[in-house]
DNA sequence: TATTATTAAGATAAAATACTCTTAAAACTT
DNA sequence: AAGTTTTAAGAGTATTTTATCTTAATAATA
């Protein structure tokens, strides 16, 4: 797997954040359950967004989370670097310790070149932008596609 | 992670045998030894790849495996296959079990795309051609570097 | 002020992955 | 035939990831 479950969850909440109104706060419950995925596990993962300044929280009735200004001009590789770390993009791909361009392992140069495709991919749009053409063509978001971009 | 554990060590392993000459059966303890990889983890894995017809062993003195000319033909490719199965190169990027190129998910086209740059890259070249590629270029399978395709 | 709705935080549990240990089976050597 | 070297197979342990449960803290509302 690419990503880890935390990870495709954070991005998954992020995603349904971003088309939210200005300064409106979601809460877990409602993403939680919108997107089935546990209530207790989301609200980890989103605390980890939260304390890394891409969301903002609100605690009490109408409280929730939301996109902070960071967050909204940040892209998916953002999500996934304050969720799985890093790893991904620096690490060679078997793993060994002294891998580079030196004394490269044999996946060495074709791995540098299609993780960073991996990482433009995700770099590509920001959140605000996917929210902008989501809304015209109405990505899924769950499994049973019953998200809705309004 | 890209690639499991397991699934790393036995692509290491199956680049250590590509080089080996015709017929000769390297036995598990001299690779977990050189591989630094742990011997009845090892053992596990190249069970699996034994099983699928990738690898030949044999038992007793001089035993150990070596390729199948299946084996030898194959791709890394047919390695992760073997070894972690398909999800990496069928699976939404977000798990998202109904996403496809008629309701995708927002990050379908382009993950569509590096998927199978990843899925190139793992079948561009066989395991007798990255050993015959690998004695020119001293390729590195290890962290410490002390392999020599010879 | 009491109640309710919410996130925060910590403890626990379950599942998956990674790793180890033990015994059995096969094949060679003497 | 007995002993040795090797893979095979199964059970067991450890660690990490995923998920749940409980309590605390914060903020709104009545």
Redesign the interface.
């Known amino acids: ?3 880890s ?1 935390s990870c ?1 969850y954070g ?2 909440a992020s ?1 349904y954040l971003a088309p939210k109104k200005e300064g409106e706060f979601i809460s877990i419950r409602e993403m939680s359950d919108k997107l089935d995925i546990s209530f207790h596990f989301l609200t980890k993962i989103l605390q980890q967004l939260t304390a890394d300044g891409l969301m903002e929280s609100y605690k009490g009735p109408n409280g929730g989370v939301k996109l902070s200004n960071k967050g909204k001009n940040a892209t ?1 590789f953002d999500m996934v670097i304050a969720i799985d770390g890093p ?2 993009f620096t ?1 060679c ?7 580079g361009s030196e ?6 140069d ?2 540098v ?2 993780r960073s ?2 990482e433009n ?1 995700l770099k ?1 749009t920001s959140l605000a932008e ?1 929210a902008k ?2 809304k015209e ?9 019953n998200f809705s971009w309004k």
């Open positions: 797997m690419l990503l479950k495709v991005l998954r995603l998916l790893a991904l690490q791909a078997l793993g060994l310790p002294g891998c004394e490269p392992c044999p996946l060495h074709s791995w070149d299609t495709s991996i991919m590509k996917i053409e989501g063509k109405h990505f899924r978001l769950t499994a049973s596609g």
